[in-house]
C-alpha cells in the first residue's frame, strides 16, 4: 500500500510568486493534516481536514495560506503571494480515525523563497 | 500551554552503546504521546506511542519509551545502537482538537549521530 505522498519534493520560488503543494493521503483515510517546519525550529501544525471539511484550522499563519481538499482525497495547500519567512519544510499527514489513530507523514516538501 | 521539550539538539554515541533521549512535555490531562523518527530524504516514521496503561512501551526498531506522570516524561531508549539509527528524532504530544482528534505537538528534535 502506498504511503502518503506529496510533491514536489522540492521548490524555490521568488517572493510575491504563488506556490502550490500537493499531498495524497493512503487511500481510505479520512483525515489529513498540514504541518510546517520552519528552519531550525519545531515542526508546527498547520489544520486539518476531515474528509473535505476543515475540522481545525487553527495554525494556519495568515490569510496568504489556501488549503483546500477537494473530494475528500487529496489535498492542495497554496502560498500567494509567498513571503521569505515562509521557507522551510511542508509535512502532510493521514490518518484514519479518532485520537487514538496513528499520524502517517510523507517525506514532505522543502520551499525556499529567496 | 501545551509544550513539548527535548533539551538535547544534538547526541553523538558510538556504535553498541545504550541510548536515551530526554523529552518533557507541558499538558493539563492526560497525554498522547508519541515518539517519531525522520531519516535523511524520509518522511516521519512512527517509533512509538502511549495513550494509557503499561508506562513502558515498546516500539520498532528495539526502541522503548517510559512515561512518568510525576516527571512530566517520556524518555526514548535502547540498549545498543546501530549504525542505522543516525536520524533526527522527535517527540510530540498530541493535543485535543476540534471534534476529538489529536494535532500533534512536537520538540525541536534531537539529531543523532553514531560513530563506529
Known amino acids: 500500500e502506498a504511503g502518503v505522498t506529496q510533491f514536489p519534493s522540492h521548490s524555490v520560488i521568488e517572493k510575491g510568486q504563488t506556490v502550490t503543494l500537493r499531498c495524497d493521503p493512503i487511500s481510505g483515510h479520512d483525515n489529513l493534516y498540514w504541518y510546517r517546519r520552519v528552519m531550525g525550529k519545531e515542526i508546527k501544525f498547520l489544520l486539518h481536514?476531515?474528509?473535505?471539511?476543515?475540522?481545525?484550522e487553527s495554525g494556519m499563519p495568515n490569510n496568504r495560506f489556501l488549503a483546500e481538499r477537494t473530494g475528500g482525497t487529496y489535498s492542495t495547500l497554496k502560498v500567494q503571494p509567498a513571503e521569505l519567512e515562509d521557507s522551510g519544510v511542508y509535512f502532510c499527514?493521514?490518518?484514519?480515525?479518532?485520537?487514538?489513530?496513528?499520524?502517517?507523514f510523507g517525506p514532505g516538501t522543502r520551499l525556499l523563497v529567496l | 500551554a501545551q509544550s513539548v521539550t527535548q533539551p538535547d539538539i544534538h547526541i553523538t554515541v558510538s556504535e553498541g552503546a545504550s541510548l536515551e533521549l530526554r523529552c518533557n512535555y507541558s499538558y493539563g490531562a492526560t497525554p498522547y504521546l508519541f515518539w517519531y523518527v525522520q531519516s535523511p530524504g524520509q518522511g516521519l516514521q512512527l517509533l512509538l506511542k502511549?495513550?494509557?496503561?503499561?508506562?513502558l512501551v515498546q516500539g520498532i526498531k528495539g526502541f522503548e519509551a517510559e512515561f512518568k506522570r510525576s516527571q512530566s516524561s517520556f524518555n526514548l531508549r535502547k540498549p545498543s545502537v546501530h549504525w542505522s539509527d543516525a536520524a533526527e528524532y522527535f517527540c510530540?504530544?498530541?493535543?485535543?482538537?476540534?471534534?476529538?482528534?489529536?494535532?500533534?505537538?512536537f520538540g525541536a528534535g534531537t539529531r543523532l549521530a553514531v560513530h563506529p
Open positions: 502511549y495513550f494509557s496503561g503499561d508506562t
Open positions: 481536514f476531515v474528509k473535505e471539511s476543515k475540522q481545525d
Open positions: 499527514a493521514s490518518s484514519q480515525g479518532g485520537r487514538s489513530e496513528t499520524q502517517y
Open positions: 510530540a504530544v498530541g493535543a485535543l482538537s476540534t471534534g476529538g482528534y489529536n494535532k500533534l505537538i
